[in-house]
């Protein structure tokens, strides 16, 4: 029932709440690797606690020619 096409078939919970900018936030996008399907690890755990970070990064990214507005 969890499977999409957008790979993933666990539910993500974060363990800890995250207060973003409501006048610039930040996109997942902000979160890869530029041109690659890839998460930027680095920038991930800068932002995210180390359980949320391993969680985010097991996430699979579906590979898209465009921006996909969800």
């Known amino acids: 029932m969890l499977q999409s ?10 363990s ?4 973003d900018s409501t006048s610039n936030p930040i996109r ?5 690797m530029v041109h690659m399907v890839i998460w930027d ?3 991930v ?3 995210f606690s180390a359980s ?9 990214i579906a590979p ?5 507005l969800i």
């Open 64 to 68: 898209t020619d465009s921006d996909v």
């Open 45 to 47: 755990r800068q932002v």
């Open 16 to 19: 800890t709440t995250y207060m």
């Open 52 to 60: 949320d970070a391993d969680m985010i990064s097991q996430c699979p």
């Open 41 to 43: 690890i680095r920038r």
């Open 28 to 32: 997942c996008g902000e979160f890869m």
């Open 5 to 14: 096409r957008w790979g993933g078939d666990q539910l993500v919970t974060l």
